[in-house]
């Protein structure tokens, strides 16, 4: 095993540099794993350009971990995990001690001021044991950390989708709660979008609508790749009468807005949802919602549902999902990069580069050229 470990680390917004840092002991409940894959986000787009309040530097980004378990300490984190395991980190280390942590909402722990709440990729490296982030050859496992377990047939790219699904079983599956023959409209068409497109289907929906720009033409391909019914491009269209049509003028049961920084969505979903539908809602606005359509809500007797982060268990379902094969979400995946060339592959999952069209970007601990996995995207 090696004695270093190579990092990229975060000095402050748009700064990073390589850093080597000594691999020392794992602690009595901790691990050890070698960085195999780490899926990219939005959340690690804005922590790198600085939109991120509280932030810590010098750090390690990256929370969406895939790797190989090199070393365990004495009482491991799971049973069943040896050392050679691929596993996946979750994001959270819960106190295990909050009043949502004994409900066993870990992801919305605010810690008992003993044991604070801690999120890989964002605790600073002088904070001991400093590998806190996915962009670096390892990262440890500490005490109270959670594991998900892989096949060993299971790739580590593919793995990483584990993330993106989870949030789709959280957000969909466990919160709107969907039955067969129920209508379900996904607005916005990133990998998060696409991810609940996939849990729709697998939650036997009758008709799944997704949404997207005009330029998110291959976006909502792969969505319908994934199970979409119905395919909308909102600059063309209108989201609210064309659910309408497809559905009788009866409404949709599910509504879950993915996008990012739009209002008008909002206003769309009540809109389109039938009474006593529910809303739940998932992309970040950063702003206030001026007019807000609150009436509708009432007299439709809409659920509004809020949903930040995942659960233990929607985590585990997830990986069980992929493990066992019956979710495949490799479609949308469409760029693996090294390290070394993680601003432009931020670049390529925001949009910004025109030349591309990414959708689900890993990345893995290596410095190489960038790499397409699907030459058709």
Request: overall charge negative.
């Amino acid at each position: 095993m090696v004695e270093r470990a190579i990092a990229l680390v975060q000095t402050g917004p748009e700064a990073v540099e390589f850093e080597e840092f000594p691999l020392v002991p794992v602690s009595n409940g901790g691990a050890l794993i070698r960085v195999e894959a780490n899926g990219l986000c939005h959340t690690d787009v804005d922590h790198y350009r600085g939109i991120d309040p509280g932030a810590v530097f010098p750090r390690i980004l990256g929370h969406e971990i895939v790797g190989v378990v090199e070393d365990l300490g004495v009482g491991a984190v799971r049973e069943d995990v040896r050392v050679g395991d691929r596993v996946a980190l979750n994001p959270f280390v819960p106190c295990m001690q909050c009043r949502a942590c004994l409900r066993g909402d870990g992801h919305m722990c605010l810690g008992d001021g003993v044991a604070p709440r801690t999120f890989y990729g964002k605790a600073s490296t002088r904070q001991s044991p400093s590998l806190w982030g996915g962009y670096a050859t390892h990262v440890y496992a500490v005490p109270g950390s959670l594991l998900y377990r892989f096949p060993p047939e299971v790739e580590a790219r593919v793995a990483t989708l584990w993330n993106p699904l989870a949030g789709a079983i959280q957000w969909l599956t466990m919160n709107a709660r969907p039955m067969p023959g129920d209508v379900v409209v996904v607005l916005g068409s990133g990998q998060r979008g696409l991810a609940c497109v996939a849990a729709a289907r697998l939650a036997k929906a009758e008709l799944i609508v997704a949404t997207g720009l005009s330029r998110d033409a291959h976006k909502l391909d792969v969505a319908r790749q994934l199970g979409a019914d119905l395919i909308v491009d909102v600059e063309r269209d209108d989201i609210v009468e064309v659910v309408r049509e497809a559905t009788g003028g009866a409404g949709a049961d599910i509504v879950v807005d993915t996008t990012p920084g739009a209002i008008g969505p909002l206003a769309d979903a009540i809109a389109a949802l039938r009474p006593g539908g529910t809303l739940v809602t998932v992309g970040l606005k950063n702003r206030s919602a001026d007019a807000f359509p609150i009436d509708q809500i009432t007299r439709k007797n809409v659920t509004m549902r809020g949903s930040a982060g995942q659960s233990h268990e929607a985590y585990r379902r997830a990986a069980d999902l992929i493990s066992r094969g019956e979710v495949d979400l490799t479609p949308m995946q469409t760029h693996v990069f090294g390290f070394d060339r993680l601003a432009h592959a931020m670049k390529v999952l925001v949009g910004n580069d025109p030349a591309e069209r990414g959708i689900n970007v890993v990345i893995t601990p290596s410095f190489s050229d960038d790499s397409r996995i699907r030459q058709d995207v």
